[in-house]
C-alpha cells in the first residue's frame, strides 16, 4: 500500500481537508472516489502512507462530520477500508 483515500460525503470538507493537509505540507489530491468504495459524494483526498500518521491527526483534529472512511486500492483494484 503506497497511497491511501479518505472518503467524504460532502465536498465542501473534502475541500477543506485538502487545504488543511497543504498547510502542513503534505502532499495530497482530490480524487474522484472509486467506484469500489461505492461511498461518498463523488470526492476523495489521497494522500502517500508515510504521511498517514499526521494526515489522521489532522483529519481527527478538524471534526469532519462527513467522513466515510479511509481506504487503500488492494491487488484486485476493489478499495478496501481500513
Known amino acids: 500500500m503506497r497511497e491511501f ?3 467524504f460525503r ?3 470538507e473534502a ?8 498547510t502542513y505540507r503534505i502532499s495530497a489530491t482530490i480524487i474522484n472516489t472509486p467506484s469500489s468504495a461505492s ?3 463523488g470526492l476523495s483526498v489521497k494522500c502517500l502512507v508515510r504521511n498517514l500518521p499526521l494526515a489522521m491527526q489532522i483529519l481527527e483534529r478538524g471534526h469532519y462530520n462527513s ?5 487503500y486500492v488492494g491487488k484486485d ?3 478496501v477500508k481500513f
Open 15 to 22: 475541500a477543506r481537508y485538502y487545504e488543511q493537509l497543504a
Open 39 to 41: 461511498a461518498g459524494c
Open 67 to 71: 467522513v466515510v472512511g479511509r481506504f
Open 5 to 7: 483515500f479518505v472518503v
Open 77 to 79: 483494484g476493489k478499495s
Open 10 to 12: 460532502s465536498r465542501s
